[in-house]
């Protein structure tokens, strides 16, 4: 649903979404808080709210419920505050893109927790993933990120030198 000129807030409604595995918002003229339904939505492997005018802060929920997010963009808004320490149970996480938006505050030690982030892929892939439940699913994946002000697409995963990637705060 990205790319279109949607107003307003996301529905409530979406929270429903059980089996829900990628939500992508991107570049429309969304507002409001995120709501919180969508912690309901615990099978969510992509959250795309990127390019918006979302405007509070980064849900707790979030790193409570969506253990399953291996990709959460929520670059370009006015959202504001200090990231959640919570954020930092997503495990899953590889690509985390908060770029363009009124963060403040220290980044706290507990990103060294986004191991998916850093550990050594054993071949270059597309980003994709599969869903199971009675049937199966693959989907291709691709990303915008930001990246000291440039905009980059990313169709995969690229894969990283053998060398160990420290973790310093």
């Not at 990628?22 to 390019?51: F, K, M, P, W, Y």
């Not at 409570?64 to 990709?71: D, F, M, Q, T």
């Not at 959640?84 to 149970?89: G, I, K, Q």
Request: hydrophobic content about 40%.
């Amino acid at each position: 649903m990205g790319n279109n000129n949607f107003t307003g807030n996301i529905p409530c409604s979406m929270g429903q979404l059980f089996s829900l595995a990628s939500l992508q918002l991107r570049s429309n003229h969304l507002a409001g808080g995120i709501i919180s339904s969508l912690q309901n939505c615990t099978e969510l492997v992509v959250l795309d709210l990127s390019e918006n005018e979302f405007t509070g802060s980064i849900p707790t929920w979030m790193g409570e419920s969506l253990s399953s997010l291996r990709i959460l963009t929520l670059r370009s808004n006015k959202m504001k505050g200090m990231i959640p320490p919570e954020l930092c149970r997503l495990a899953s996480l590889q690509v985390l893109d908060l770029a363009q938006n009124k963060f403040f505050g220290a980044l706290t030690r507990c990103i060294c927790n986004f191991t998916a982030m850093a550990m050594k892929l054993n071949s270059s892939g597309p980003i994709y993933y599969t869903y199971s439940r009675g049937f199966s699913i693959e989907y291709m994946e691709n990303e915008l990120l930001m990246m000291k002000g440039n905009m980059y697409r990313y169709d995969k995963i690229v894969r990283r030198p053998n060398r160990a990637l420290p973790c310093r705060i």
